[in-house]
């Protein structure tokens, strides 16, 4: 068995990995930064009033650090610093995205300083060089951590239900995991434990999963991996969720865990609606001229009516009509049975197909939030209809309600349309139960990027709505909790 000085020689490594990866990180925002200095030095400084250029000859470096904590911050939140763990064309579409982003803000700011709008030459200049420095690095520092920390190799424990799913989505990540063995719960606690050591020493593996197996099965298998420093990976249940925000308190000599019976505070929702409010009245006057533009385009196309009203459902299942630019056949639901839209779906028209996939079906829904039927961040709003279905298999699937539906949310960012809807509900028990004014932000911030990645607009598979259905399509009843 792993002995104390085994697990000292797994921290080294994973320490020495954490600086590898920190160190190429910082090359990159380095190189970014240089291309910055050179142009400010050069071009931006010589652009402003005579006091201001002398004033700021003197303060090049506090310009730079400016510079370099936007641009760490940006990379920072949009995951353009995950070099390692996430994949080379999403590494490098968030930190030209962040750089992007960084360059606008000193933009305007030397557009206050010059006191007029700042000459934009320069500046997409310097723009395409930084962006063709991210391309060329980010693939070049990616294959030496591949080659450095090859994927790690797993070992799968399931319960019962088929693990097709799961391997599957660890194949799409076959770059950082490889799942080298699969063992049943079935086989029993000693003979698992067993297995596991012999893999670990025989170097089979280096990280155990527990899959879908019970909190009963889970827990010593848990204990066991955690007492020989066995890496764990686990898939959370609903309980797991709802508990992870929850209020550590000491009371008396043995630790609690209070998780409230309300969601928000009375603080929390009084800056979740002001911020709702600005933003949708901002957002409303900039986005006029596409949504106009959009009304047109619609009308021209079939002749049928713009906007597409639905009933939905927001906070404790108060129903509402959701504003959307239509992008289906006006004969779409004809029979009057609610289907969610799938991959590839015939009713979506021309138009609809292009507005769904940059989004701009949802623009109307800004006059929901104004409104108050919805928020900017929060779950999506799903038809009654739909709620009932998933709810005789998924009765969990009520709690999502506990706060109102969101135009973006926390299924959104960090799922995909067609993530399964138990996925999904944990997804937004997430932000729920870890909601502040904070994450609101990041994931608006999230969002822009979300609209230009493809993973997003995709149709639902019409086997997972049918799986829901099914035995398997209720993890809840099959003991998972």
């Given at each position: ?412 960012v960090y799922g995909k349309y067609n993530t399964t809807p138990y996925d999904k509900l944990k997804l937004d028990l997430t932000y729920i139960e870890n909601y502040s004014v904070w994450l609101d932000l990041k994931l608006m911030m999230l969002t822009l990027k979300v609209l230009f990645w493809p993973d997003s607009t995709e149709g639902v598979e019409a ?19």
């Amino acid at each position: 068995m792993k002995t104390v000085t085994n697990e000292e020689k797994l921290r080294k490594r994973e320490t020495f990995k954490r600086l590898i990866n920190l160190s190429l990180v910082f090359i990159c925002l380095a190189l970014e930064i240089g291309v910055f200095a050179y142009h400010w030095w050069f071009y931006y400084r010589l652009c402003l009033v005579e006091d201001l250029r002398n004033l700021w000859s003197r303060g090049a470096m506090a310009e730079l650090a400016l510079y370099a904590t936007i641009l760490i911050l940006f990379s920072a939140t949009y995951g353009g610093m995950r070099l390692g763990y996430q994949k080379n064309a999403e590494i490098i579409f968030s930190q030209v995205l962040s750089t992007l982003w960084a360059n606008l803000v000193l933009y305007v700011q030397l557009s206050i300083m010059a006191r007029e709008l700042f000459v934009p030459d320069v500046f997409i200049t310097m723009m395409l060089e930084q962006t063709a420095i991210v391309i060329i690095y980010i693939n070049i520092a990616n294959r030496i951590y591949k080659h450095i920390f090859p994927p790690r190799k797993l070992l799968l424990i399931h319960g019962d239900r088929s693990v097709e799913s799961l391997c599957n989505k660890f194949q799409s990540r076959k770059d950082k995991y490889i799942i080298t063995k699969t063992l049943s719960v079935s086989m029993g606690y000693e003979a698992l434990c067993d297995e596991i050591i012999k893999a670990y020493d025989s170097d089979e593996c280096n990280a155990v999963v527990l899959g879908d197996i019970t909190l009963e099965e889970r827990g010593p298998l848990l204990k066991f991996c955690y007492g020989h420093s066995i890496r764990i990976y686990i898939q959370p249940k609903i309980t797991d969720v709802i508990l992870s925000a929850s209020e550590e308190l000491h009371v008396f000599d043995s630790p609690l865990l209070l998780t409230r019976e309300y969601s928000l505070t009375m603080e929390q929702r009084f800056a979740k609606r002001t911020i709702d409010i600005v933003c949708s009245l901002l957002l409303l006057i900039l986005a006029s001229p596409i949504m106009l533009l959009t009304a047109l385009i619609i009308k021209c196309y079939d002749g049928g009516p713009v906007l597409y009203k639905q009933v939905r459902c927001t906070r404790d299942r108060k129903e509402f009509k959701i504003l959307k630019f239509r992008s289906m056949r006006t004969d779409a639901e004809k029979d009057g049975v609610a289907r969610l839209a799938q991959k590839n779906d015939s009713r979506v028209t021309p138009v609809g197909k292009f507005i769904r996939k940059c989004r701009i079906d949802e623009l109307p829904q800004l006059i929901n939030i104004l409104q108050g039927d919805m928020s900017f961040i929060g779950p999506r709003p799903e038809r009654p209809e739909i709620i009932e279905q998933y709810m005789e298999v998924m009765p969990e699937f009520a709690f999502r309600m506990k706060v109102k539906a969101g135009l973006a949310g926390f299924a959104q960012v960090y799922g995909k349309y067609n993530t399964t809807p138990y996925d999904k509900l944990k997804l937004d028990l997430t932000y729920i139960e870890n909601y502040s004014v904070w994450l609101d932000l990041k994931l608006m911030m999230l969002t822009l990027k979300v609209l230009f990645w493809p993973d997003s607009t995709e149709g639902v598979e019409a086997e997972q709505i049918t799986a829901l259905k099914s035995e398997d399509g209720n993890p809840e009843n099959k003991g998972m909790d």
